[in-house]
């Protein structure tokens, strides 16, 4: 028996639940919708960002709805347009076998007459954001004095978007006998009073600990200068190959900015803030979601509508002005029971905050640093590798090859390898042999070390292990296995970094032969794990095997007897497929940019905005909410008193 007819839903409910593909109902869905189809009551439900709430609430809501009555009997308040719409479409998509329900989204930015004009027609379920919707009932288009639910969800960033007064005075204006359900990720004062003021004795369900992050959610942080935040989001992307991710900054201004140089520097990336029209927010959201995006730079309020798969990681390059903020943003990733992971890049007077955090969010942060040139280039290097060894080949190319033969006939297997991954290395690492160290640790004279130092035993000694995250591996579930498989303690495991097919880890020197002889030809359920010192002094990488021989690595100067041939990682390097190129014609007339290009680019002829030259956004501090954009206004804007050329890096 599927689970959710355990639940108790009906048939149709079922149907669409089938073509939805969903198997096994989320642990807010086991615990809500039961007591919402039971039983007529309020309910407050706290669970975190991306569990499964529009379900939790939607399923028992279409249950309970009579369709054939086609009088307004559920209101839905959300904070933002892209959650009031992507709410509408998933009730529609639940209701998909229910005849006569229909569901409206009423939303600023869109047509208030053409809205209004469709819940006259027969709405049972209206999607809405306070703003928006408090206009409606002032101007007489709509009523809800007969509705029988009243859904909050999110409701915690309602209050934090200001929305405390329209939402007051919109359930002032239901009747008292309806069930109203609040969903919130947190529950601050102002949550509790509108569930004191508003609801009678609720049905209580909490996932997980009140206000606690998600499980499936890794928390990391990396300090440095503040001149220097930008230079480390751009290492910790390159150190990531395969990320997807959204970047959060706290006002519009700054995200426009940083969404530019990614840009121009040849990130696939883009803005989404309040001062984007809806069709270009649709635009944005829409190439994000197809992956035409990696790094979607946002606002806090702008980012609540997304509801994204598969995002690798949040990154906190500022962090929100309110602490508990940052438990919605980590949930944009680890979502449906994936592993993700929430960075923050702090300066040193904000490292208080990262204490402040983990009480919120009942989690610790693991302190990183930021790689250095030579460890991206050997990471991407890796990455090209695996890339290479895992494409599948279409035999169209079959029919090209003795022309190709014939231009690569003279090179043994060695040199076309080198050459080949050559087209992307020496690329990037021209790139990074130009740029200093902002680690922290070794700074620019330790890279033009060249010399390998002596592994001593209270020194830390990094390793390089064929086994990362399509192992099923997080940092946190892989410094479990090493310290079971090793039998060392808490802290001898540190500084772990997980790649897609391999991984980074330390420890002290006095543990290298226990971690060389034990993890060698460690059978891990079929899979042989092979371990090497890994050790970056100056500009080399040098790996040694458990008997202490020179393994390879690399080295930006070693000759051709030394080099390295990989077996190692997927992409590399600094151009992406598919996309912008910081060497097309955009570039100065005569000058070809040496700045890396990344994977699936953005296309300048796609939705996302282009800030004009000579004008930009003034804002100084996060602006309230707009009743007809539902989102934080724009500032005051004017004109530049000279024209803004493009930045480089």
């Given at each position: ?151 909050l969800d999110e409701a915690d960033e309602m209050l934090n978007m200001g929305f405390y007064d329209d939402i007051v005075s919109i359930l002032s204006d239901t009747p008292d006998e309806k069930n109203t359900w609040l969903f919130s990720a947190t529950m601050p004062a102002e949550v509790a009073r509108i569930a004191k003021k508003f609801m009678h004795e609720p049905a209580e369900i909490t996932v997980g600990h009140k206000n606690s992050g998600s499980a499936t959610v890794s928390h990391e942080f990396y300090c440095v200068n503040a001149r220097d935040r930008y230079e480390a989001l751009k290492r910790l992307a390159d150190a990531n190959p395969d990320i997807f991710s959204v970047v959060f900054c706290r006002t519009k201004r700054d995200t426009q900015a940083v969404a530019e140089k990614l840009i121009e520097d040849g990130y696939s990336a883009a803005a989404l803030h309040g001062d984007l029209s809806q069709a270009q927010r649709d635009g944005v959201m829409k190439s994000f979601r197809g992956r035409q995006i990696q790094m979607l730079v946002a606002t806090d309020v702008a ?347």
């Amino acid at each position: 028996m599927n689970k959710f007819e355990q639940l108790g839903l009906n048939e149709s409910l079922l149907l669409a639940i089938k073509d939805l593909g969903f198997e096994n109902p989320s642990e807010v869905q086991e615990k809500a919708i039961p007591v919402l189809l039971e039983q007529n009551t309020d309910l407050v439900a706290l669970a975190q960002t991306g569990t499964g709430k529009t379900a939790a609430f939607g399923f028992p809501l279409i249950q309970k709805i009579d369709a054939e009555d086609r009088s307004t009997q559920a209101l839905i308040l959300s904070p933002t347009r892209e959650l009031c719409l992507q709410i509408t479409n998933e009730i529609k998509q639940y209701s998909k076998y229910v005849k006569g329900l229909h569901t409206v989204a009423v939303y600023g930015g869109a047509s208030i007459t053409e809205q209004a004009r469709e819940i006259k027609r027969g709405a049972q379920v209206i999607v809405a954001t306070p703003g928006r919707m408090q206009d409606m009932i002032n101007r007489g288009l709509v009523n809800i004095k007969n509705i029988n639910f009243c859904i909050l969800d999110e409701a915690d960033e309602m209050l934090n978007m200001g929305f405390y007064d329209d939402i007051v005075s919109i359930l002032s204006d239901t009747p008292d006998e309806k069930n109203t359900w609040l969903f919130s990720a947190t529950m601050p004062a102002e949550v509790a009073r509108i569930a004191k003021k508003f609801m009678h004795e609720p049905a209580e369900i909490t996932v997980g600990h009140k206000n606690s992050g998600s499980a499936t959610v890794s928390h990391e942080f990396y300090c440095v200068n503040a001149r220097d935040r930008y230079e480390a989001l751009k290492r910790l992307a390159d150190a990531n190959p395969d990320i997807f991710s959204v970047v959060f900054c706290r006002t519009k201004r700054d995200t426009q900015a940083v969404a530019e140089k990614l840009i121009e520097d040849g990130y696939s990336a883009a803005a989404l803030h309040g001062d984007l029209s809806q069709a270009q927010r649709d635009g944005v959201m829409k190439s994000f979601r197809g992956r035409q995006i990696q790094m979607l730079v946002a606002t806090d309020v702008a980012a609540r509508g997304i509801d994204v798969d598969n995002i690798t990681h949040v990154v906190n390059y500022q962090l929100p002005d309110e602490i508990e903020t940052y438990n919605h943003r980590s949930g944009r990733t680890g979502r449906a029971g994936k592993l993700g992971t929430s960075i923050v890049i702090i300066t040193k007077s904000e490292l208080r905050k990262i204490s402040s955090i983990e009480r919120i969010i009942q989690q610790k942060f693991q302190e990183k640093t930021i790689p250095s040139g030579i460890e991206i280039c050997e990471i991407q290097l890796l990455h090209l590798a695996n890339k290479i060894k895992d494409t599948e080949v279409d035999h169209e190319i079959d029919n090209y090859l003795p022309a190709i033969n014939e231009v690569l006939d003279g090179l043994s297997k060695e040199e076309l390898i080198k050459k080949m991954v050559s087209v992307e290395f020496n690329r990037f690492i021209a790139y990074y042999k130009k740029k200093r160290d902002i680690s922290g640790e070794g700074g620019e004279r330790s890279e033009r070390s060249s010399e390998p130092r002596e592994i001593r035993a209270g020194d830390p000694v990094r390793y390089f292990v064929n086994i990362g995250s399509r192992d099923d591996f997080d940092w946190m579930q892989l410094k479990d296995f090493l310290k079971e498989t090793l039998d060392l303690g808490r802290d001898d495991v540190f500084k772990v970094d997980v790649k897609e097919g391999f991984s980074f880890f330390n420890t002290d020197g006095e543990h290298t032969e226990k971690v060389m002889s034990i993890l060698n030809g460690f059978d891990m359920n079929g899979r042989r794990i092979n371990v090497e010192i890994s050790k970056n002094d100056g500009g080399s990488r040098e790996r040694r095997d458990h008997n202490g021989r020179s393994s390879g690595g690399f080295r930006g100067d070693r000759n051709s007897g030394g080099e390295r041939r990989s077996s190692g990682g997927g992409s590399f390097g600094p151009r992406k497929e598919g996309g912008f190129r910081s060497d097309r014609n955009d570039a100065p007339r005569g000058e070809r940019s040496d700045k890396p290009r990344r994977e699936g680019g953005f296309n300048r002829d796609s939705a996302a905005p282009k800030r004009a030259p000579g004008s930009f956004q003034r804002e100084e501090r996060a602006p309230r909410r707009s009743s007809e954009n539902n989102d934080r206004p724009a500032g005051r804007s004017f004109e530049a008193a000279k024209s803004r050329r493009p930045r480089k890096s």
